[in-house]
């Protein structure tokens, strides 16, 4: 209604729109702006202290009517036809047209900058992915309600990057913006409505810190998804059954290497338009080949001579960079500085620290402010070394004029995305995907989508009140099998390519189907030590596994399926004895185990990186996680082992399993299918024991890059709280033997297995500009 009139000037768009919700800005929940229950709300000021506007303090009645709507919207969103969806999503380009203007304005204002043509970009993708997504994405459902909850700081274009492909699956959504971004999605959500969105498919829920994120969760009984940019929401929520995927997050730090064959005038205008900008969502270290490095520090010193002080938000900002400047100098580090550092005030100049160690705190937690810390690398292995030292795993910028040494540097680093001659380009055809403490989840579309033949997500229920202190600590006592007693059988677990006995030496007992009379045999009671040996050897020999052609591994693969067919008779009676299947039942899940490999070996060279943009100047390559830890189900003990086995190293990881603790025996039969087989020795280890207890050590090791599990409540809840620090991928089901769980292993669905591959990777996105 108030963008009728075309009569406004430009510049006062914004205002206008502000004006006109006499600049108190409500919820948004069933299509239209709504006041709070309670009518609290909280100021929005801008960089120069000037109240901008207020926005609505969201509380349970709220959370509980948003929930409402956000269900109803769901109904008529997902009702609507792959081509209707489209319809929509292409007419917010030309609401965008008409309204793109004061949306800037909006934006600049509140410091949450994100460009028109960008946002018209996303729509025009996601608009094909929403027409295409029955074509393409055949036997695939929409999750339902997903949940988008963001920090203070996080960009519009990285929210929007959510929100619209969860709208494009069918799916709707309830956004939970920081504070900033909030004025441009609430104008959003009011175009997006006016454009057919169906009310309640897009609700926004404001409120004065990100705990609003955990209300959601709490009432939102059919929220399916989290998405977040730290890792606050995954502690909060372990135990409500609500996957919580992380997101790359604002302020990682990121590389910026200079090789000795770069075009160093291009590299240091670069790398001072990404340093010293205004709003940084990273925080740029200079990594420099020693043999440029007095060049390199020329040329910044010239082009640093005629800039500006840099005003900063407050004089405690201030004080931080001053603090940091001071330990960086008493560590050795040098200055070049764009002019004289003011005595007082909110001002500092832009800085580089020359010299600088990758210990140094400047480095390892960079503090807001124009400061650029300045590193040195001999070789090309130094410079891959000192861009992979952070903890994060966002985003690194390449320069050399040698595409080779750039390739191979950039398949060598552990981030989402890698920028070769250029840095922070973005474009939807390519994922954008956070490695290490960046991030869990990859932004595109189909993670907002689940398989109808996938396991049943988690369901929903109040954590349960426990020590996470105390989980796993209970043991039974151990049993020293008797040497005098050679009725009873003892296993071995699989380690470094060898069976052996458990580190302690001990042993538990092995019960026959239903728990009652007698042993069956006795297994190894592994446990921490056991752990750390198998990934020790999983971390020496998962990088070469992984450079092995698909075609290679493809083979190893066959190799394993027919070194299964040979034993088939041996492994089919272990199941008979351990689960009191019949043998007609436990040969058909051996010959189903047996297909099921072949198909992870075909799979091999077969399915390769996404989408490619048509200039060709960009790849989207698939890459393994690193050393895997699964905890398997009690149902079908050796059919689902060997579908996790077969999608885990496919896909170039290692894996440490833990057999399931009430049928172990035909997992343990199966190892001898691996000593026989091509494998290399540590890519697959088999460790038996107490489930609690060793999901605690995979846990707690830094080095496991993700973890599989089927087990407990319990255990769920305690992943889903421990696994933050290092941040570590979950898969996580409960154990219901018998509850549509069988299913998922014995149908061998093209979108169970997609699934399950995709859950074995991280992607990575190498932008290689033309000319």
């Known amino acids: 209604e108030m963008f009728a009139d075309p009569s406004p000037v430009p510049s006062l768009l914004h205002q206008a729109w502000l004006e006109h919700r006499s600049r108190s800005l409500g919820l948004f929940i069933d299509g239209e702006f709504v006041c709070s229950a309670d009518g609290r709300s909280c100021s929005l000021a801008d960089s120069k202290g000037s109240i901008v506007c207020s926005t609505a303090c969201a509380e349970e009645a709220d959370i509980s009517q948003c929930a409402s709507s956000a269900v109803n919207g769901f109904k008529s969103w997902s009702n609507l036809s792959c081509n209707q969806r489209a319809k929509v999503l292409l007419r917010l380009v030309s609401v965008l047209g008409q309204h793109g203007q004061c949306l800037s304005e909006l934006c600049e204002l509140c410091e949450a900058s994100c460009a028109t043509a960008a946002l018209v970009r996303l729509l025009q993708f996601y608009s094909s992915w929403a027409q295409l997504r029955d074509t393409l994405l055949t036997d695939w459902t929409p999750l339902g309600v997903v949940a988008v909850v963001t920090s203070k700081d996080c960009p519009l274009y990285s929210l929007l990057l959510k929100v619209l492909p969860a709208l494009a699956m069918g799916n709707s959504v309830v956004v939970v913006p920081g504070q900033s971004t909030a004025p441009p999605v609430l104008l959003l959500a009011q175009l997006f409505t006016g454009a057919g969105l169906p009310a309640g498919a897009l609700n926004v829920l404001t409120g004065s810190d990100i705990t609003l994120g955990v209300k959601v969760a709490q009432n939102h009984k059919n929220v399916s998804l989290l998405f977040e940019d730290g890792v606050m929401l995954c502690k909060a929520t372990a135990g409500m059954g609500v996957p919580v995927a992380v997101s790359p997050c604002v302020g990682s730090t990121c590389p910026f290497i200079i090789f000795e064959s770069a075009d160093i005038n291009s590299a240091v205008d670069e790398v001072m338009e990404a340093a010293f900008r205004k709003k940084k969502e990273v925080f740029w270290v200079l990594c420099v080949q020693e043999s440029v490095v007095d060049s390199v520090v020329a040329h910044l010193r010239l082009r640093m001579a005629k800039m500006k002080c840099v005003t900063l938000p407050s004089e405690a900002d201030r004080e931080r960079v001053d603090a940091a400047v001071q330990e960086a100098q008493q560590l050795g580090a040098t200055l070049v500085q764009s002019c004289a550092d003011p005595t007082s005030g909110a001002q500092y100049p832009s800085t580089v620290l020359c010299g600088v160690a990758p210990s140094s705190p400047c480095v390892l937690n960079p503090c807001p402010g124009p400061l650029l810390p300045l590193m040195t690398f001999r070789s090309n292995t130094e410079a891959v070394t000192l861009g ?384």
């Open 388 to 771: 992979n030292h952070s903890p994060h795993g966002q985003a690194a910028s390449i320069w050399t004029e040698d595409l080779t040494l750039a390739l191979e540097t950039a398949q060598r680093l552990s981030v989402g995305s890698v920028w070769v001659n250029s840095h922070s380009i973005c474009d939807p055809c390519l994922p954008v995907s956070g490695h290490k403490d960046s991030g869990t989840c990859t932004d595109g579309g189909q993670e907002f989508l689940r398989p109808s033949s996938s396991s049943p997500p988690l369901p929903r229920s109040s954590p349960v009140s426990m020590d996470y202190t105390q989980f796993g600590t209970e043991t039974s006592p151990p049993i020293i099998p008797a040497e005098s007693d050679p009725a009873r059988y003892s296993h071995l677990q699989f380690v470094a390519g060898k069976a052996c006995k458990s580190v302690s030496g001990c042993s538990v007992a092995v019960q026959p189907p239903g728990g009652s009379g007698g042993l069956l045999a006795y297994c190894p009671d592994g446990g921490r030590k056991d752990v750390r040996n198998a990934v020790e050897a999983a971390v020496k020999v998962q990088p070469g596994w992984m450079k092995k052609s698909p075609s290679a591994r493809a083979q190893s693969l066959y190799s394993l399926a027919k070194g299964l067919e040979a034993k088939r008779r041996d492994i089919a009676a272990a199941i008979n004895t351990q689960t009191g299947l019949s043998m007609d039942e436990a040969e058909k899940e051996v010959e189903l185990s047996i297909t099921r490999l072949s198909v992870w070996a075909a799979y091999c060279d077969k399915v390769q990186g996404g989408p490619m943009p048509n200039s060709g100047s960009a790849l989207s390559i698939p890459e393994a996680l690193g050393v895997m830890g699964v905890v398997l189900p009690d149902y079908n003990p050796l059919l689902s082992m060997v579908t996790v086995l077969g999608a885990t190293i496919a896909t170039g990881n290692a894996v440490i399993m833990v057999p399931s603790q009430k049928y172990p025996l035909p997992v343990l039969a199966f190892i001898k299918v691996l000593q026989s087989s091509d494998l290399p020795a540590g890519l697959v280890n088999v460790i038996t024991g107490s489930r609690d207890q060793l999901t605690v050590a995979l846990a707690n090791h830094s080095v496991i890059k993700a973890i599989w599990y089927w087990g407990s409540a319990e255990g769920c809840q305690y992943l889903q709280y421990t696994c933050t620090s290092p941040l570590k991928t979950l898969r996580l089901c409960e154990d219901q033997e018998g509850k549509d769980g069988e299913l998922d292993w014995t149908r061998c669905r093209p979108s169970f297995l997609e699934e399950m591959w995709r859950s074995a990777v991280q992607w990575k996105s190498v932008w290689i500009p033309t000319a």
